[in-house]
């Protein structure tokens, strides 16, 4: 099973700063899915990006972007002018397109977001 | 917008027990999934479904069981409880589609406590 790991279980913020979030993974396949989701207090875990391995193009989101890294197998989560309602758990998610995983994701253990005044 | 209903939000049982996690979804979604989330271990795939009546084991199935009757309903079964299965459920769904990009949404967790 592929690895997802984040490194930095905690991470700090000010508010309209900007934040990355390292992510690295092992996999020997070509082609797949990675996803950035955002699990706030309130506990409802939402999907804040995802990227195409096939794409070269880091995605972004509003003030969310990725810096993809795909021979080195790292995909990074930047928050630009950082907001309090950032504040959460930030999970990196790995998907193969391999059909035997039932397109389940891999989760990192994730990295704890806070955002101060 | 999709709705992953979990039945409930809090639930306290006892060891020994059978116990039934209920997770319905609104929008047709062919593919389910029951994760666990635990401190520090992040997420964990206990089951999925491809479709109705189709299950298939994850990485930690141990202690549990599901059932999919219908589209819309995955249910998530501890047999006998156990308190190491203390810990935040979460059910969530997927629309598959051809060339697999599609992401999971989730409901918003059952913490599940075994005394």
């Known amino acids: 099973a592929q690895t997802v790991t984040q490194s930095q279980p905690e991470m700090s913020v000010q508010e309209a700063e900007t934040v990355t979030l390292s992510c690295t993974y092992d996999t020997s396949e070509s082609d797949y899915y990675l996803f950035w989701y955002k699990q706030p207090p309130s506990r409802q875990m939402i999907l804040v990006i995802r990227q195409e391995a096939y794409k070269q193009q880091n995605a972004t989101e509003n003030r969310f972007s990725v810096n993809f890294q795909k021979a080195a197998k790292s995909f990074s989560l930047k928050i630009s002018d950082s907001q309090l309602g950032d504040a959460a758990m930030y999970f990196c998610?790995?998907?193969?397109?391999?059909?035997?995983?039932?397109?389940?994701?891999?989760f990192g253990k994730g990295t704890s977001l806070l955002v101060t005044p | 917008d999709v709705k992953v209903t979990q039945s409930s939000r809090y639930l306290v049982k006892r060891t020994g027990e059978k116990v039934f996690l209920e997770c319905v979804q609104d929008m047709d979604h062919e593919n389910m999934f029951w994760y666990r989330q635990d401190p520090g271990l992040g997420l964990r795939l206990i089951y999925f479904s491809y479709d109705v009546k189709m299950k298939e084991k994850g990485d930690i199935p141990e202690g549990y069981s599901v059932s999919r009757e219908k589209k819309e309903r995955f249910s998530l079964i501890l047999e006998s409880a156990s308190t190491n299965q203390t810990s935040m459920y979460l059910c969530?769904?997927?629309?598959?589609?051809?060339?697999?990009?599609?992401?999971?949404?989730f409901g918003d967790g059952t913490r599940l406590s075994i005394l």
């Open positions: 969530a769904s997927r629309k598959p589609t051809r060339g697999g990009g599609q992401p999971q949404h």
């Open positions: 998610a790995y998907r193969s397109l391999g059909s035997n995983s039932g397109y389940a994701l891999n």
